[in-house]
């Protein structure tokens, strides 16, 4: 029933809206500090490596593996991908385009984020972001998804399906 109303009534169409527009404006202004301010993953990566020791870790070490033999070494990589990834995902939450596949991708940054040993605000902007997965396009619909979603839709085909 919850579900229903998540994707379907209006009130919830506007409560979305407000949770999506607070999302983005995090997710846009950390990767613009990021892009502007000049990032470097490398510290964070050395980091969280260094907490998958101890008697506590707050790392796995599956996951510390991961960072020390992948990430690490490909930092400029990731000096890339992790700014301009949070910077896309907020203009997406934003605007309301592509609003599932934006809020996913915060998903996964934040779950991320999260393994690496940072709680901050990840923990709560999971909670939200799950709120808008499962709201599916009614989390879009006051946004450019209005427009882009059907138009997708009818060029693959699909567009005799939503009206059924």
């Known amino acids: ?12 169409t506007w409560l979305l809206t407000i949770i ?22 490398g510290g964070f990566l050395t980091g969280a490596i260094a907490k ?59 779950f991320a984020f999260l393994m690496a040993g940072t709680v901050s605000t990840n923990a709560q902007m999971l909670v939200l972001e799950i709120f808008i997965v499962v709201a599916g396009f009614n989390a879009g619909r006051i946004g450019l998804d209005y427009f882009v979603i059907p138009y997708i839709r009818r060029m693959f085909g699909y567009g005799d399906r939503a009206e059924r």
């Open 52 to 110: 998958a020791s101890g008697d506590h870790p707050a790392v796995q070490t599956w996951f510390a593996n991961f960072l020390e033999n992948f990430a690490l070494p490909n930092v400029k990589l990731f000096n890339i991908l992790v700014p301009w990834g949070e910077f896309l995902v907020g203009l997406g939450l934003i605007l309301g385009t592509f609003t599932t596949f934006a809020v996913l991708m915060g998903i996964v940054m934040n």
């Open 20 to 41: 999506r527009v607070y999302l983005g404006y995090q997710w846009i202004t950390g990767g613009w500090g990021k892009i502007t301010g000049g990032f470097d993953a």
């Open 1 to 12: 029933m919850f579900t229903h109303w998540l994707r379907h009534n209006i009130v919830a």
